[in-house]
């Protein structure tokens, strides 16, 4: 029989799900909706649907959120301290309309909870934090800005002879099939996220063992959660992604997103829980610096890379304040 406790670590972990496909929205379709390709209730179905289909792909990132975070089998509370913190983070910085990650909340609050509860810092696994968290915290979103700004190149070069016109006509069409891949992405990457956490909850509870990997079911939920928060949208987010930083053309849209699913896909085959947040954004700066520097609204961009920054130091300090909330009422 589950417990009162490991129920409400599952039921906050499926309000994530759906907060993280309701706040990461923008990640998949803010650039096709400020570019007109789709409209915003179109993109929002196609990303939904896609992150639903996404979330089945692999198992590889949730691994590594079960098991590659924390040394040993944390207690209920801790998973749901983590949970509170991430959800708290993630409704905070929507509020602000600023794309944090949802990734590196969950993760932040993880170690933050994990430390307060036992008091050392060997309960955290520093050196898989270190390669499959704060390396491609780094690198991400830098790949992404490279190879969104060479991808961009490249097109302006190719396309330099044939007007404008014909050149959104074409794009018009492909953006589409680019905004379906960065949807496929997400779900791919973010949905493994909290399947990782519901089962990490249902070893330590002892209703599964840790050999048994991800239960179908918990797979299932974590995918229509994160549809269902996706359908939604998180517009506030979208204006600023897709519109504040930097005026896109369906060209330069086709450009971000396709440059963004690949860095996604490549981290996710790794295990490598990455912002997708991160990603896009950094894609996007990419693509708007190839045409000109100044193309490029910085303060917006700044006020996004400082987000990604305090993300998880901040999410840590809630995930310990949620803890001791939960070791004085349960214990």
Not at 97 to 114: Q, R
Not at 158 to 165: C, E, H, N, T, V
Not at 212 to 224: E, H, N, R, Y
């Amino acid at each position: 029989m589950l417990s009162f406790t490991l129920i409400l670590v599952v039921l906050l972990a499926v309000i994530f799900d759906f907060i993280n496909g309701f706040h990461d929205t923008a990640n998949s379709i803010a650039t096709s909706v400020a570019t007109k390709v789709l409209t915003p209730r179109v993109a929002t179905l196609m990303s939904a649907t896609l992150n639903f289909v996404g979330a089945f792909v692999s198992v590889n990132v949730a691994n590594t959120i079960e098991s590659g975070i924390l040394n040993g089998s944390p207690e209920q509370y801790i998973i749901a301290s983590a949970l509170c913190g991430a959800i708290v983070w993630n409704l905070l910085t929507w509020y602000i309309a600023l794309p944090s990650s949802s990734s590196h909340a969950l993760i932040g609050s993880l170690i933050g909870s994990a430390i307060v509860m036992s008091g050392s810092l060997k309960v955290v696994n520093w050196t898989n934090i270190l390669d499959k968290i704060i390396i491609p915290l780094f690198t991400s979103p830098f790949i992404g800005f490279i190879i969104g700004f060479i991808v961009m190149k490249f097109l302006y070069f190719m396309l330099g002879a044939i007007s404008r016109k014909t050149v959104n006509k074409w794009f018009s069409k492909l953006q589409i099939l680019s905004a379906a891949l960065m949807a496929y992405s997400h779900g791919s990457n973010d949905a493994q996220k909290t399947m990782g956490i519901i089962t990490l909850a249902l070893v330590s509870g002892g209703v599964i063992k840790a050999s048994d990997g991800i239960p179908f079911l918990v797979k299932l939920i974590c995918a229509l959660a994160m549809a269902l928060g996706t359908s939604l949208g998180g517009w506030r987010i979208i204006k600023t992604v897709g519109i504040n930083m930097i005026k896109l053309e369906p060209v330069e849209g086709f450009a971000a997103e396709t440059s963004a699913a690949a860095v996604i896909q490549v981290m996710t085959a790794m295990g490598a829980p990455v912002s997708t947040t991160h990603v896009i954004s950094s894609s996007i700066m990419g693509v708007g610096s190839s045409k000109r520097f100044s193309a490029v609204n910085w303060k917006t961009a700044k006020d996004i890379v400082v987000t990604w920054f305090i993300t998880i130091p901040a999410t840590m300090l809630l995930g310990a304040g949620f803890t001791f909330l939960f070791k004085f009422f349960l214990h």
